[in-house]
């Protein structure tokens, strides 16, 4: 076992001995029980420019091998959504050939696929509820090409021109219309993007549930599912118990996910969830639990990860990337710490040392001594003495 002298919230260093403990990578098939894609973060190119507001460069090669990794478990991949720093740093051409690279990978191995559509090629200067349609319509037709299943992003031109609840309701239809096959609509809250306050056209996301359901039912089949990721599993499960028989509910509650998967007697949610890929073979295996109904295996698992999620997507929400990219390092699925748009630098140090001390107390370490050593490097760089 290896200690580590490691920063603490408090401004003190504490010495922290590893578990030691390594998660189990071996490949598992896709579980029956529940739906669960993991949203995948890219890898920057360490020797490319990726300043803030510069275009994006991305290591190909690790980007995609990590891909493979969430396969591997038997996970999906959800590509090109939030976690990939979408509107924080991932531009659109970028994520053009991000979402035409892994089609590829998926289509190679009959993988699972799903691909985010959003709006954030428009100049907001220019854009209107047309223009609106027109950028998803593009997009859409990218996701098309790689044979994924689209996921609508909440956009934030929509947002910002919406003047009420009619407005989306007029956007959404005449997206939903031109969908070549049914699409996941995805519902952000603003702890995740602060542009979307307000989406829907309601202040509060709870007098929102019912309007919603009811566009899903008068759209229920072009509706695989819907992407919740509100942070607030009693309005997951309000929703969740409207919707359409066949239409999914996906929790993007990156809090609450244990027992959102696991559900009760009048149902479960599906996963698309960012902390899936910092925990994937730990969630690969609960999920392989509910297959077994083996329900206090999965609690077994799964709860422990729990406060390193929390921690992760703790305020300001929005930098939970950076920690899940600082993971996939520690865990070797990546060369460097770097992130595009200089992402990598948006959590302090006592930030990354706890999400280490989490991450081996929910055993989500692949290989705990070279996670130690890359964190002795970063400790020692950063003028921590070890």
Request: aromatic share 6%.
């Amino acid at each position: 076992m290896t200690t580590l002298n490691l920063p603490s919230p408090g401004g003190t260093v504490e010495a922290y001995t590893l578990t030691g403990t390594a998660a189990d990578t071996s490949p598992l098939p896709p579980a029956r029980s529940r739906r669960a894609y993991a949203a995948a973060h890219v890898v920057a190119d360490p020797l490319a420019p990726n300043a803030p507001g510069a275009p994006a460069r991305l290591d190909w090669e690790q980007t995609l091998a990590f891909r493979h990794h969430l396969w591997d478990q038997g996970l999906g991949v959800a590509e090109a959504m939030d976690t990939a720093q979408r509107g924080m740093g991932l531009d659109w051409a970028a994520t053009a050939e991000l979402i035409r690279r892994t089609g590829a990978e998926a289509a190679s191995r009959g993988a699972a696929l799903v691909c985010g559509a959003g709006t954030d090629q428009l100049d907001p200067s220019h854009a209107d509820l047309e223009s609106v349609v027109t950028a998803y319509g593009e997009q859409l037709d990218t996701v098309a090409a790689a044979r994924a299943t689209p996921v609508v992003m909440a956009s934030r031109a929509l947002a910002a021109l919406a003047q009420g609840p009619d407005d989306y309701a007029q956007v959404y239809g005449k997206v939903l219309a031109r969908a070549e096959r049914p699409v996941i609509l995805h519902w952000l809250g603003d702890a995740f993007d602060p542009a979307l306050a307000g989406y829907w056209g309601r202040d509060d996301p709870a007098e929102a549930v019912e309007p919603v359901a009811a566009l899903i039912a008068e759209h229920a089949d072009r509706v695989e599912g819907i992407k919740v990721s509100l942070l607030d599993a009693g309005l997951e499960v309000r929703l969740r118990r409207l919707l359409p028989e066949g239409v999914r509910l996906y929790t993007g509650d990156d809090f609450h996910y244990p027992e959102l998967v696991l559900g009760d007697g009048q149902g479960h949610s599906d996963a698309l969830l960012g902390v899936l890929a910092a925990i994937a073979p730990v969630a690969a295996r609960a999920l392989h639990a509910l297959d077994e109904d083996d329900a206090d295996r999965y609690r077994a698992l799964m709860e422990p990860t729990v406060p390193l999620a929390r921690h992760l997507f703790s305020a300001p929400t929005f930098y939970y990337k950076t920690g899940i990219a600082f993971l996939s390092w520690l865990n070797g699925h990546q060369k460097g710490f770097h992130m595009v748009g200089g992402l990598h630098s948006a959590r302090d140090l006592p930030h990354l040392a706890q999400a280490l001390r989490l991450a081996d107390a929910a055993g989500a370490l692949t290989d705990p001594d070279l996670a130690a050593s890359r964190m002795r490097a970063l400790l020692q760089v950063s003028g921590v003495d070890q």
